[in-house]
């Protein structure tokens, strides 16, 4: 006959508890894994999965009750981590958004808006363009995949206890969200640029020919240059996209003390 402790009972909800708060923090906000789109039943089932598959493998601190003081501590620092391993590559992704955002207002497609199925929410046309084009070149190059190992490593290498993240830590997460500026701008200014020249050109025309209608002529060749532009610069966004995406998943082994 088998028999069960209470603390054998508690560890073992624990080892496998913990993991699952960090790892479901995470999917929550992850792209892909955290989209509108995903049933969050969903990422609860993968999470739980996850974390049963792991649970034997992962270090718990010693002495430490689930139910105690100690133990919501350590609960509260698995959603800290999780959630910001999650942030850090959800800003590579809206970074693309923002550029593409930028672009489209320089094209005149303010008011081009759709729904976009990752967020929720209503985004330009060209910003759910890139945003699309970026998941599909995230789930080509396994990038899925590769955030679950980077998951299951990181309580390997930042086991599962009450430091964290620790100051350092979320300093490092705070700086990294300059990158959704920066990315951006990588993104946009190319198409900025020749949009720019092209209103240039505009403005010596009106000068040239007065009583030539630009709204009529120059949105319609605003359009069309602009497209050509994005179609031009694509390969630029996407070898562009794989360098922070790179980086991104640098930063969250750092992040997981690897």
């Known amino acids: 006959m088998i028999t ?3 603390a054998e009972l508690e560890h073992g909800i624990a080892s496998v508890f913990w993991p699952f708060v960090r790892i479901g923090s995470c999917f929550m906000v992850a ?14 089932v993968l999470a739980g999965a996850i974390a049963l598959l792991i649970a034997p493998l992962v270090p718990l601190p010693a002495g430490v009750q689930l139910l105690s003081g ?19 590559l959800q800003v590579v992704f809206q970074a693309l958004s923002l550029g593409g955002q930028m672009i489209a ?44 190992r980077v998951l299951v490593d990181g309580f ?7 430091d964290g993240l620790g100051p350092k830590g ?29 209103n240039l050109a505009f403005g010596i025309v009106s000068r040239a020919a007065p009583t030539l209608n630009l709204f009529a002529t120059g949105l319609p060749i605003s359009l069309v240059f602009g497209l050509l532009v994005i179609i031009v610069s694509l390969p630029v966004v996407g070898s562009g996209f794989v360098r922070v995406l790179g980086e991104a998943f640098l930063l969250l082994r750092h992040l997981s003390g690897a």
Do not use: E, K
């Open 31 to 44: 792209p892909v894994f955290g989209a509108t789109a995903v049933p969050a039943q969903l990422r609860i």
């Open 4 to 6: 069960v402790t209470t």
């Open 70 to 88: 100690s133990g919501v501590l350590i609960t509260v620092q698995q959603v800290i981590i999780g959630v910001a391993l999650g942030f850090c």
């Open 156 to 162: 390997r290498t930042l086991p599962v206890g009450v």
């Open 170 to 198: 979320l300093w490092t997460v705070a700086t990294w969200g300059s990158v959704l500026f920066s990315g951006a701008l990588a993104v946009a200014l190319p198409g900025i640029t020749a949009m720019l020249v092209a």
């Open 105 to 148: 207002n320089s094209m005149g497609l303010q008011l081009s808006y759709n729904l976009d199925p990752l967020n929720g929410q209503s985004t330009p046309a060209l910003g759910q363009l890139y945003t699309v084009l970026v998941t599909l070149l995230f789930l080509l190059l396994d990038g899925h995949t590769t955030l679950i």
